[in-house]
């Protein structure tokens, strides 16, 4: 991974409205969920994407896939907008991009084996595989991620929280995609399954070049995980910069806020910074032009201040 | 010390299913003294909430069993009492907040009439001055403006105010005991963090015993004098809070401290996170002896054989308890040697 | 790290609440006959059901005399050790039709509701996956096909391709036809905003191969439960054709039509009328107890 590197990910200008009706059903105004969201991911880099219920971070990550296409705003992917594709050009694109949901529970169809789950990926893009070929890669890629590859036969509920997300994730990597979108993956897992699902990723990473968008409300994960820091509110990115500097440095209010709320797991401290806090305090955040403050560092700086 | 407020002995519950008895909680034992704040921490499956609830006589009866124990609240045990007397305690002097503050409001009656319910069961206060109490509590857990908002439906409120509406329900008839059971992971880091603090201050102005079950040990950092892990049913290990975190005793907590992300220096040099292997038993059919066990490095052939028992920790802080029959501290070091 | 015994993480009172269009918890086909065989009643609609199938096969080798030989001898004939369900009002052995009249009548419910499958589920498929104007044009179909009163459409349908048992069979399809494109409309709706239909979209499946893969599959329970239910009362609305004379035609034995004519001689020969009776109450008992325990195994939450 070098900044020279072209990008394997470039949002430009990201914007996803959705209209709401008014109550004679006539047209309404829109509901930016989403607005003039701009970033680029590297070869072998990991975005985190944090911010609050509502702030737009899983409609980015659905909007980044195409699965739920953005209003305006240009997603190239390799180089390609994946605004000219055909649907079935897009189609063929999803072998380089994938994504793994919040809820193993819930992205598990639960009426198909693992293995078929799994292998699915081969049928829809590796046409020409046989059987037994495919049944070989699919075990290779349940030993991969961790499971054995005996369990290729049995159904989701059969499963653990864990081992049903290590499915979803074998079956992300079985085409070797160049990025694939996180989405919460660990936010539905227990506290010490977390750590098994997270070295797992950055594994993979480092042994396939993989790029990740990471959404995620977990502070303290991002932090570890992530090389640079998104952080949105309401539909915008505030701040933007490597996950080391954000955290070190946060800029625009909203980030401080946002850093400030994440509890210490060590008495002492978490009991200072209890006594600190000032609550009852909501700050109406600045929100003006992201502004370079430092290399590689953004942030949305307060119309005045900027001016 | 005090005397208990709860003394819970030996409590264990099942539940009846398709596929065997699910033994939720395995003979789970302690106690809270008035105005302590216990941090039950545990991970889905560890029982934390189901002996709440079954101590509430909140669990459906069946498929769920209380297979045995006692939980005496100020003396009486609650599992002899009749339905209606149990009524009378749960909302009264023991208040409770859920995880999911848009199920637990009834969505179709305003705030005010649902806060006024139990004030009028409870205390027995005409409408006027459970008007004027409802009123009170809203103030009291900061909700600005609340003559107005009183007479407003629940999705009126944000999550956070909802939960705060949840809190004063809870709190409304001065309960002597207020069990919040995973009551801010719903909620947004910066709501849960206002949500804590205000608990705290209430806890000071009141002065009542909390339990505050969650999976997050960083809140549990925060606000409890005591804290108590839980694991498939069981207590592994239960101490002051500053003891817990600086000198775990059990493998199972010290796995949880070590797997927090480190956030220590640049990225670059991180080291990779600690990862507990293997997963949570299946609760219908425990192992025999430590149900950690299988997942535990340190085991010991006992370990896998017999269940230890809860009880004071060599050359730890009094009143520090754990269930291992290995010494970690001794382990650990011998690990830092090598 | 995985370990061999399949893992419960969630105590019965965590279990994670699905839609309740899944018919879960699904997989291992030796559950399902535990949680059916937890229920006597469903146990015995199966065997009744399974009894009478085998009856209606083996029709020829099981039944005393042919259904439609007629013995002058037995005109009318009371129950006797000759013939134990007594003779009808040409002497032809009542035992003999009832055993031949199985194939008609669970043949009637069988064929009429695999029509009413073959053309609801399709629709109701695409209906519910499409939506848009597919959506509404279907809709609209349903709701016409529900306006139009069944004996109505049987008696038209008599009317031009004459009175026969198929003719009745497709009245009685075509009626309960809407009835599963509208359960099957609400099913894959359901299931559509399941997280792992996005998933599958997520992978590069086609919208076709969605419908017929991942969201078929999970529907299927819900229909099969419909479908046994819809078979009692198609062996009803059958009986009751045939009782008309708008449906299996004479000699050929029906119980409808079996009840026609023994209406005329209720009071000398009653045993006409209990025999054919008795057979339609105990078919339809059979599949609704049946249909009901089906339910119940494949979707343990749904009791009330």
Redo the contacts between chains.
Sequence with gaps: MSPQDPPVVSVRDLAKHYPLRSWWGGKGSVFRAVEGVSFDIRPGETLGLVGESGSGKSTIGRAVTMLNPPTSGTIAFEGTDLATLSAGAMRRMRARMQTVFQDPYAALNPRMSAGDYVAEAFVLHRREMRGPERREAVAALFQRVGLDPRFMGRYPHQFSGGQRQRICIARAIALKPSFIVADEPIAALDVSIQAQVVNLLQDLQDEMGLSYLFISHDLRMVRYLCHRVAVLWRGRIVEMAEADVLYADPRHPYTRRLLAAVPLPDPAAERARLAARDIGRHDQPPDGPLTEVAPGHWVAMPRIEAA | MTKPLLDVRDLAVAFDTDGGAVHAVNGVSYTLREGETLGIVGESGSGKSVHVLAMLGLIPRPPGRITGGQVLFEGRDLLALKERELQKIRGGAIGFVFQDPMSSLNPGMTVAAQIVEPLRIHLGLDARGARARAKDLLDLVRIPNAAARLDQYPHEFSGGQRQRVMIAIGLSCRPKLLIADEATTALDVTVQAEIVALVQELKRELGMAIIWITHDLGVVAGISDTVQVMYAGRILERGPVDDIFADPRNAYTLGLLRSLPDLSGSRAGRRRLHQIEGAPPDMRHLPPGDPFAPRNAFATPRCRAEMPPLSQAHGAAPGHLVAAWYDLPKLLAAEAVR | ??????????????A?AGSPA?L?????LS?FW??LR?RPSAVAGLVIVGLLILMAVFAPWIAPYDPTATDWGNVRGAPSLAHPFGGDEVGRDVLARIIYGARASLGAGLVSVALAVSLGLPLGLLAGYAGGWIDGAISRLTDALLAIPFLILAIALAAFLGPSLVNAMIAIGLSATSTFIRLTRAQVRAVAA???V?????????PW?IAI??IL??IVPAILVQATLTIAAAIIAEASLSFLGLGQQPPEPSWGAMLNTAKNFMDQAPWMAIWPGLSIFLAVLAFNLFGDGLRDALD?RQRT
Excluded: D, K, V, Y
């Design positions: 790290m995985s370990t061999g015994t399949p893992i419960a993480e969630t105590t019965a009172l965590a994670p899944l879960q918890e699904p997989g291992t559950a535990r949680r937890a399941e997280e792992f996005e998933a599958a979209r997520a992978l590069g499946n086609p191969r893969r991942h599959p999970n343990p």
